[in-house]
């Protein structure tokens, strides 16, 4: 009888004393095991420990994932800077050239014009209508409109409280096919004909440069 329980209880030990992979290189299972109630609680004790090991492996390596993720949102992207060109244009425009050479010019003499004398930078041998007119009395742009007179009945008041909006000087225009209308907030005219501003004393209009 008490030899059947001796070759149980070993059988049982055997069984329970099994080496665990995880604790391999670490304790010698087989030592721990030799001692009965020894081995057992030695075993359970490394698979513990074993699980321990485990769990912060994959706590560390959960956090360097993390750690990596974090830094490359948070990392500046590398984007090659280019310097930004202006393109050029082309020595061969005419139309081009000629805008140019007009920057800064002022008209000489200044000429006002109907609807039929063109507008540009007006000299003895270009006759044109200056289109960039400004008053040194009141310091308005000067406008004006192509195929309009201005009403007999505009007075000082009327552009001195409705220039420069062109839907509430347009109740005082009436059309007529060939005269230009022009205005600033002080004076007006209606020509029809080309005119050399210095004709009309009562204006302080000059040419605003081109």
């Known amino acids: 009888m008490a030899k059947g329980l001796d070759e149980l209880l070993d059988e049982v030990e055997s069984k329970l004393c099994r080496p665990d992979p995880f604790c391999l290189g670490k304790v010698e299972r087989s030592r721990g095991c030799s001692s009965g109630g020894g081995g057992i609680l030695s075993n359970d004790w490394n698979r513990a420990e074993a699980k321990e090991n485990l769990r912060s492996t994959e706590t560390f390596k959960k956090e360097d994932d993390l750690d990596s993720l974090i830094n490359e949102i948070f990392e500046e992207p590398n984007f090659d800077k280019k310097p930004f060109k202006l393109k050029s244009k082309s ?8 805008s140019i050479q007009d920057l800064g010019k002022s008209c000489s003499p200044v000429y006002l014009g109907g609807s039929t004398v063109p507008c ?3 000299t003895t041998t270009s006759q044109r209508a200056c289109d960039h007119l400004r008053c040194i009395s009141c ?41 230009r ?8 005219r209606t020509i029809e004909e080309l005119t050399d501003l210095q004709t009309d004393h009562q204006l302080h209009w000059i040419c605003g440069k081109h």
């Open 91 to 98: 020595s061969g425009n005419t139309s081009v050239r000629a």
């Open 120 to 122: 540009g930078v007006g």
């Open 139 to 179: 310091d308005f742009w000067v406008v004006s409109y192509n195929d309009y007179m201005w009403d007999k009945s505009c007075d000082y008041l009327f552009f001195r409280n409705n220039m420069p909006e062109f839907h509430k000087l347009k109740i005082k225009l009436v059309k007529k096919k060939g005269t």
């Open 181 to 188: 209308a022009y205005a600033c907030q002080c004076s007006w």
